[in-house]
C-alpha cells in the first residue's frame, strides 16, 4: 500500500488525520481542487502551492482524450507533465462519460459510448480505466463505478450496486502499480440504506487503501444526502480515509467532516468564480452587483488571500464578466477560501475545538438563526451542540 | 515637470537611461505591457512585478467607459483602483475611438463618435480627454491627436498635423496637475519628412515632459517606418524621453533604440500569447504545432521565466487553444521576454 492514514485527533465522529501519498503528506479534512485536463483554471502551479493545495483532482476522461494517457506516460507522469510535485488524483472517467456523452451506455463489460472524437463505438471497461490511470500515475486512482443518479428508482440502482462490487475485483486484477498508487472504491447502493449496507461489507473485504462515497451530490434532498453519508462513515473503516465524491458547498463539506468523512472534491469554488461569485463567511458574495461598484473593501476583510490583500469588491466588479481577469482572481480567492476551510477543520478538531468552530460557522452563515433542518437533524447525530445559533424561541427544529 | 530623464550611457544615438517618475524609476529603454482596463489579461500585479514590469498602459477609452474615470477618482485613481504601486500611462481615447467605433468623426472641436453604451452622439475633445486622465491619475497622460493611418495619403495628413498642434496647447490649458502627470505630446505627419519636421520643431517649443512618435505602427512598410523614427529621433530633444507608440515586434524595438528611442507599447506580446504563440530570441514558437506535443524541452532554454522554469513545450501545447490557461501562461512567458529584452539593451 502507498498510503499511511494516522487519526491525530477525533471529535465524536469527526477526525483530523494525517494522510501520506508517495508525493505529499495530507492534513485531513481536505478539499480537492478539480484540475480538469491537467490545470486549474486561472491559477499557475506555484498560486496552487501558495494557497496550500495539498492534492488536486484530475478527470481521466478530459486526460485520455487530450493530450492521452499514452503521452502523458511517455513523458514520466502527470506529475511531471503539470510540473505538480504534490499529491494527485485521478476518477474512473465513467462519470463524465455518463453524464457528458449522448449515447454512453453501460453493459457489464463496461461503459459503452461514442468517441467525441471520430463517432466510433468505444468501451471504457474497469481494465481499461485502471491502465489508463496506471499510466497517468496519480497517487489515488478511483475504481471504475456503476453510477447512478439519485433521483433514480427501481432495480437499476441494485443493478448498478453489485455490478460495482463484481467490477471492484476486476480493477483490483487490472492495477499494476499498487505500491505506487492506492485504488479507491466507491460505495453505490442509492438512497437505500439496505443496498448501502450491502456495498460498504462488500467493499471493505477487499481492504483497500480507501473508500469513497459515490452517487450523491447529484440531484437528491439534503435529508437523504446527509443520512447516506452518516450510514457509510458509521460503517466503513475508521483506518482509511472516507472521500465524499463531487462535495461541495462549504457547509456540506461541515456537515460531512462532523459525520466522519475526510476528502472532498468539486468544480463550485472556480466554477461559481466564472459566474462572478465569490465564496465568503457569510455565503456568498456577488461581485456583479451593482452595490459592489463604489465597494472598497476587499471581498473578505478576514481573509489573508493574494485577492483580498491586493484588490478592491469594486476593483473586481469592473473585471466581472468583462474580462477573464475578473473569473481568475475570484476563482484564486475561491479556492483559497475552501483549503482554508480544510486546514480550519483540521486544526479544530486537533486543538480541541471543533464544536466551537462548527458553531462559529453556523452563525456566520446564519446570522438570524435559520440553519436549515437538514443541518440541525445532521448535527444531532454528530454530537455537535449548535443551539446557541438557532433563535432562541425554537424548541427543537430549526428552518426547513 | 513631474519626469526626470538622465542619459547614463549611449552608442552612437542608441541611450540607456534613467526616467524618475512620481511612482516609479524606470530604466529605458522600456517596453510598456498593455494594460487596457486596469488589468493586463491573465496576470496579476505581484507577476507583473515579478517579471520586471516598470510601467504598464491603460486605455483611457476603456477605463471612461468602464469604470468611469469619476469612479476611478473616487477611489484614489487608477494606482489604487488596480493596487499597482509602480507607473502608469494613459493614452488619450483618441486612437481607439477612431479605430473602435463605426461612425467616429474627426472635427476641429474633437472626435465625435456615437456611444457605444446608448447610441448618442457623443465628443472627446482635447480638453475632455485631459479631464479625464486627470482624473485617471496616471503618471504620464498623452495629448489627444489627430492621427491618420499612414497608408492615408493627400492633404488629410497635413491637416491632421496642424490640428496636432493646434490640439496640444488645448491640452496643456486644460491639464490640471502637472506636477503629478507629465503631458507627452505625439508627433504626427504620415510618412513625408516635410510635415514631420514641422510638427517636431512646434511641439518641442511647448517643451512638454517627453515626446511621442505617433501615426506609425500601422499599415507603412517598413522602410519608410525606420525612417520617420530616425528623422524624428534625430530631431526630438536628447534629454527628453522618445515614446514610439504601438510597437512591437521584438526586432522593431531593437532598430528604434538603436534610432534612440526609449519607449513603447504594444498588445503584440498578449495577443499573440492567445494565439498560442511563444517569443523566443529565434523568432517565434508556435506552440499549436503538433511537433510541440512531445517536446519536453521549456519554451526557451535560457528564458528565466517561472514559465520555463516549469512547464514543458508539450504541456502548454495541450492546453493551448482548449484551456485560457495556455493562453496565460504564454501571456506570462511573453511579457517577460518582452521585459528581458529591454535589460539586454540596457547595459549599454
Known sequence: MALRFEVLARFNRARAA?????????????????GTQGTIKGLTTSQLEEIGCQIILGNTYHLALRPTSELIDELGGLHKFMNWSRALLTDSGGFQM????????????????????DGNPMLLTPEESIQIQNR???????????VVKTTTTGPRIEEAMYRTIRWIDRCIAAHQRPGEQNLFAIVQGG?????????VKALTERNLPGYAIGGLAGGEDKDSFWRVVAQCTAALPEDKPRYVMGVGYPLDIVVCSALGADMYD?????????????????????????????????????????????????????????????????????????LQLSRDLHNSIIQGRFPEY???????????????????????????DIAACLPPSSSRGCGA
Open 18 to 34: 494525517r494522510m501520506t501519498l508517495p508525493h505529499f503528506l495530507c492534513e485531513t479534512p481536505l478539499f480537492m481542487p478539480v
Open 136 to 146: 497517468i500515475g496519480a497517487d489515488i486512482i478511483m475504481a471504475l463505478d456503476d
Open 98 to 117: 455518463v453524464s457528458l456523452l449522448h449515447l454512453a451506455d453501460i453493459t457489464e463489460n463496461g461503459v459503452t459510448f461514442q468517441s467525441p472524437v
Open 266 to 338: 468539486c468544480v463550485y469554488p472556480t466554477r461559481t468564480a466564472r459566474f462572478g461569485t465569490a465564496l465568503v463567511p457569510e455565503g456568498v458574495l456577488k461581485l456583479k452587483h451593482k452595490a459592489m461598484a463604489e465597494d472598497i473593501r476587499p471581498i473578505d476583510p478576514t481573509c489573508a488571500c493574494m485577492v483580498c490583500r491586493t484588490y478592491s469588491r469594486a476593483y473586481i466588479h469592473a473585471l466581472v464578466t468583462k474580462d477573464a481577469m475578473g473569473s481568475q482572481l475570484l476563482s484564486y480567492h475561491n479556492l483559497y477560501y475552501m
Open 358 to 384: 462548527v458553531l462559529v460557522y453556523s452563525f456566520l452563515q446564519f446570522p438570524k438563526g435559520d440553519v436549515p433542518k437538514w443541518v440541525c437533524n445532521a448535527m444531532e447525530v454528530a454530537g455537535i
Open 191 to 199: 438512497l437505500d440504506p439496505v443496498l448501502r449496507d450491502i456495498c
